[in-house]
């Protein structure tokens, strides 16, 4: 009986397996260095990107700041804004990209509209104070002795927190030293 498990059959394997290694590291290891180059193409494409961007974003922040900085000198006597009015009027000059004159009707007309949400809100204050009341009653009815005594401090530390913003906002926009206004 012939055996097919000769020693030129080992050695025939043994090369197969051979070849058979070297291409499967082979691959592996070009592989590995294409996705590493490839990587670092797209990581670098994308830093250079990023910095381009950056800079035109800079470039562009700085005439924004230019414009900002000469609409202030021109402005100087005008009321100062709240942060949101601020943000909106930016937000106007970004999305709209308005000119000049563009700019000056439509700060006026805030200004305008503002001023009127302003009172409002002035006249309203007492309402919402006394609404405000009435909910701390209600709410206070339901807690337990131990639970209205942290509340009481929590209602105490909410108003004098709200006080201090409202002061600090009033010297802010009206200009008043004491950070006292003469109608609340």
Same mark, same amino acid.
């Given at each position: ?66 414009? &900002?900085?000469?609409?202030? /000198? ?6 100062? !804004?709240? *942060?949101?009015? =601020? #943000?909106? +009027? %930016? ?11 563009? &700019?000056?009707?439509?700060? /006026? ?6 001023? !009127?949400? *302003?009172?409002? =809100? #002035?006249? +309203? %204050? ?59």
């Amino acid at each position: 009986m012939k055996t097919w498990f000769t020693k030129e059959f080992m050695k025939a394997s043994a090369v197969l397996l051979i070849v058979f290694a070297a291409g499967a590291g082979t691959g592996y290891v070009g592989g590995h260095k294409y996705a590493e180059y490839k990587f670092h193409n797209e990581f670098t494409s994308r830093v250079m990107k990023s910095r381009i961007e950056s800079a035109e974003t800079a470039t562009a922040m700085s005439r924004a700041r230019s414009v &900002r900085a000469e609409r202030a /000198r021109g402005e100087r006597s005008a009321r100062r !804004r709240s *942060r949101g009015e =601020r #943000r909106f +009027m %930016r937000r106007l000059e970004r999305d709209l990209k308005l000119n000049p004159a563009q &700019r000056t009707n439509v700060d /006026r007309a805030l200004e305008r509209h503002y001023q !009127r949400i *302003r009172d409002i =809100r #002035r006249s +309203m %204050r007492p309402q919402i104070n006394s609404i405000m009341q009435e909910i701390r009653r209600d709410v206070r009815s339901f807690l337990d002795d131990e639970q209205k005594i942290s509340f009481d401090k929590m209602v105490q530390k909410f108003e004098e927190r709200r006080k201090r913003r409202w002061r600090k906002f009033r010297k802010q926009h009206q200009g008043d030293p004491a950070g006292q206004s003469k109608k609340q």
